[in-house]
């Protein structure tokens, strides 16, 4: 069975720095093209960041130039480098597969069967 371990969150300054992890196991890793989702409290769960298999990125327009997303197949590893961050990162960080119906920025519809982790809460605040 899928699972996925988000980690690296944490409270921060405006404008400072983070890097999330994500450990993936159960699946076949280095096919899947891989994202980053991320849900800010009474607000829909986002797609932020996605890599294809090769290594392709695209990116939300709030966080282009901003963050950065790669893959570590031998690890079953996806991460996202967060920088110049300001409150409106502040929200629960997920990984998963992608979804290539969604527009990165978008948000997504959660389905029943999909197996989530944790996330990793980040806080941006003075």
């Known amino acids: 069975q899928v699972q996925l371990v988000e980690s690296g969150g944490g409270l921060v300054q405006p404008g400072g720095s983070l890097t999330l992890s994500c450990i993936v196991s159960?699946?076949?890793?280095?096919?899947?093209?891989m994202a980053w989702y991320r849900q800010a409290p009474g607000k829909q769960r986002v797609l932020i960041a996605s890599?294809?298999?090769?290594?392709?990125?695209t990116y939300a327009p709030s966080v282009k130039d901003r963050f950065t997303i790669s893959r570590d197949n031998a690890k079953n590893t996806v991460y996202l480098q967060m920088n110049n961050l300001s409150p409106e990162d502040t929200a629960v960080y997920y990984c998963?597969?992608?979804?290539?119906?969604?527009?990165?920025?978008?948000?997504?519809?959660?389905?029943?069967?999909?197996?989530w982790g944790q996330g990793t809460q980040v806080t941006v605040s003075s």
């Open positions: 890599i294809l298999a090769g290594g392709s990125t």
């Open positions: 998963n597969a992608d979804d290539p119906t969604v527009v990165p920025g978008k948000s997504i519809e959660l389905k029943e069967e999909q197996i």
């Open positions: 159960g699946v076949d890793f280095d096919v899947y093209a």
